[in-house]
């Protein structure tokens, strides 16, 4: 909301620069409060990415030999043994870092599955390792080792051709364009209480649940099944409760038995191995599926890209086998929020106290029964600034937040207050320059009261400040108003007296019409006071104004005249003094010369010394003419004498210092030496008071004519 402020007439001052000093600081000071938040968040990102880098390459050769330590776990070689093993292709045969699964014992081939880790995990709890050993001559068969939950296994009976009521287990391979079949019914060993043991005699046939009369098992495909254990899912019943089942298989796979038994050289693992697709299904007594490899995709084991974790952003793990590429990991970035581009680009520029190489190398390798896998891992510092990006991103919210404070402080203070105290300082500013002395007139006494606060009023301290400088003011123009018209009315007062003693003298002048009367002369003296005196507003203001028509004057025959009539004016023993032979002529108004020696005599009359005379002399002081009034009495101290020509200062405090500081008294008004001076200074003259002769003189200069 924009505040439309007041005009005014008040002529506004130019301010120097003490005015602008406090606002100055507080908008330095604030200034100073933001840039040291920005300073303090920017050396803490400083610190924070020397920390950081330091410890990514400490943490760097640690890193390669965490790497190492998996991959020379059995798992670990799993996967550098396995690098191309597809996740969507379901069960195809992983090749072991171990020559062959001892499938005979249950715990030795649960103790090789888990030490691989080639097993897949299914939804359902079970799990499968389809695997081939790392010995091309172990005899080219393929190992499946599962679990899973199982209830009471129902054996086959020696002789039994028809299955439909045994649990038995299918296995369909596909290799290299041949497809075999087996049919394995579990015959059970002698029971150990609820734990149940037997084979998984293989049929090579395709039917489900029927063997041919005659037909005779495989004798290279062996299988073992074994249900113990306590009950699992917390079945009550003993007898009927499911138990952890595990099954092991050995397959003979024809097509790898021909590559073997043709001899030369065998290439093993076969580069063809994950063609190779196996479903083993069992399926219990009721025709129930207990198990199908190939119902749903199960979670496969390592793999090289889940090394990937383990890697950093920037980082590029290189396996190499003879000096061919096995894999290329690159590490991905996972900041735990959203970097800031500007930053990233902030904290690369940021030095270091301690600079890195641009590249960091480091160098590892793992034996396997293939051969040795050369590691080379390779990280650059610099990727560091992504995750510290993405943790500042968070905390910038943080120094925004203190860096907005700081600016809605000082926007309140600055429009709320600081704003408001320049503009009443400007405006309070302008009303004292319009109103000193030397600018004051009626015009702007008229607009002191000019000063509206109407928009920085308020409940505040300032508000209230201002309202009540405003109220002040208003009450001081108010008083200078009033001053105003008494001052009218009393020169309205002036005036009329004026008028009432101008009519009684132009009777007394048309009485005395002799031109040679001394009376007449005295009369005419009187009027022309009477016009300066009552015709104007101010007795300073009247002489100022008053118009004098200076002649050829004989001072000598003048001063005579003036001494011999002094007496009329009520001052005694005023002499003449001897003075220069003959007329001295100087140019002056009569009746002004006459008002200006009068005003001196009455004032040496009251300061002289009781019964002395006042001396009046005539004398020329080089090219001029001055006349010196002296009078035997106390001396006027030494800062008065040119202060007693002022308007108001009256001579009577000019013996004593401690009177009343030279201020006119009620009596006299201090004006006879002000008018003085001002007759005087109209003719060209002018007049001085100095300490002579035990008293004082009043040396009166005028201008030869």
Request: aromatic share 6%.
């Amino acid at each position: 909301m924009k505040i439309k402020l007041p005009r005014f007439d008040l002529t506004y001052p130019r301010l120097g620069l003490a005015a602008w000093r406090n606002r100055l600081v507080f908008h330095g000071v604030f200034l100073l409060l933001a840039l040291a938040t920005v300073a303090l968040a920017v050396t803490l990102l400083r610190e924070e990415k020397q920390r950081a880098y330091q410890r990514y390459a400490e943490g760097f050769g640690r890193s390669l030999a965490t790497l190492g330590a998996k991959l020379r776990h059995p798992t670990g070689q799993l996967a550098l043994l396995n690098p191309a093993q597809d996740e969507a292709r379901g069960a195809t045969p992983l090749l072991l870092p171990f020559a062959a699964i001892d499938f005979d014992d249950p715990q030795k081939a649960r103790s090789a599955v888990e030490m691989a880790g080639c097993a897949r995990q299914y939804a359902n709890g079970a799990s499968l390792c389809l695997a081939v050993g790392s010995n091309a001559y172990a005899g080219g068969f393929v190992y499946a080792v599962g679990a899973l939950g199982a209830g009471p296994l129902v054996a086959r009976e020696r002789g039994r051709l028809e299955l439909g009521g045994v649990d038995r287990a299918r296995v369909r391979l596909a290799y290299r364009g041949e497809v075999q079949q087996w049919l394995a019914p579990f015959e059970a060993m002698a029971p150990e209480g609820f734990a149940q043991r037997g084979r998984l005699t293989g049929f090579a046939t395709a039917a489900d649940d029927l063997l041919a009369h005659g037909t005779r098992p495989d004798r290279d495909f062996r299988g073992w099944l074994w249900r113990e254990g306590p009950c699992l899912g917390g079945g009550s019943d003993p007898a009927t409760c499911a138990r952890r089942t595990m099954f092991s298989l050995r397959l003979p796979v024809a097509a790898l038995r021909d590559a073997l038994m043709r001899g030369g050289q065998v290439v093993w693992p076969p580069p063809d191995l994950a063609l190779m697709a196996l479903r083993i299904t069992l399926v219990d007594a009721a025709g129930r599926t207990r198990f199908d490899s190939a119902a749903e995709a199960p979670q496969a084991p390592l793999t090289l890209q889940g090394l990937v974790a383990e890697l950093q952003g920037g980082e590029v793990l290189r396996i190499e086998r003879d000096g061919r590429l096995v894999a290329a990991l690159r590490g991905e970035a996972e900041p735990e929020g959203l970097p800031s581009p500007w930053l990233t680009r902030l904290i690369a520029r940021l030095p270091l106290r301690t600079e890195l190489p641009p590249r960091l190398v480091a160098h590892d390798a793992v034996d396997t029964p293939l051969g040795r896998y050369e590691l080379t891992l390779s990280g650059d510092p610099r990727s560091v600034d992504q995750a510290l990006s993405a943790v500042a991103t968070r905390v910038s919210w943080l120094v925004g937040g203190m860096l907005l404070a700081i600016f809605l402080a000082w926007l309140v203070i600055a429009l709320g207050l600081m704003r408001r105290i320049a503009r009443l300082t400007r405006r309070a500013a302008a009303v004292s320059y319009n109103i000193q002395p030397e600018r004051l007139d009626a015009q702007s006494i008229q607009r002191l009261g000019e000063l509206d606060v109407t928009d920085l009023r308020g409940r505040d301290e300032l508000g209230i400040l201002a309202g009540t400088i405003a109220d002040l003011l208003a009450r001081a123009k108010l008083a200078l108003r009033r001053e105003q018209l008494r001052a009218e009315h009393e020169r309205d007062m002036w005036h009329a007296v004026g008028h009432e003693i101008m009519s009684p003298l132009q009777a007394l002048l048309a009485l005395h019409a002799d031109a040679d009367a001394p009376s007449r002369r005295y009369l005419l003296r009187m009027q022309q006071a009477v016009r300066v005196l009552y015709g104007t507003a101010s007795p300073s203001e009247a002489l100022a104004s008053a118009q004098l028509a200076p002649t050829r004057l004989d001072l000598v025959a003048f001063v005579a005249e003036l001494a011999r009539n002094a007496a009329y004016a009520g001052i005694d023993d005023v002499v003449l003094a001897p003075g220069p032979e003959g007329p001295v002529f100087v140019h002056a108004d009569a009746y002004s010369l006459e008002d200006v020696v009068t005003h001196v005599l009455a004032n040496a009359d009251r300061h002289r010394a009781p019964g002395s005379p006042i001396t009046l002399r005539v004398a020329r002081d080089g090219a001029g003419t001055e006349l010196r009034i002296h009078n035997r009495g106390a001396p006027i101290r030494a800062d008065m004498l040119e202060r007693i020509f002022d308007y108001g200062v009256s001579g009577d405090a000019a013996p004593d210092a401690a009177a009343s500081g030279g201020v006119a008294s009620s009596e006299h008004r201090g004006q006879g030496l002000f008018v003085a001076r001002s007759y005087l200074a109209k003719m060209d003259g002018r007049i001085a008071a100095v300490n002579a002769d035990g008293g004082v003189s009043f040396v009166i200069s005028l201008t030869p004519s």
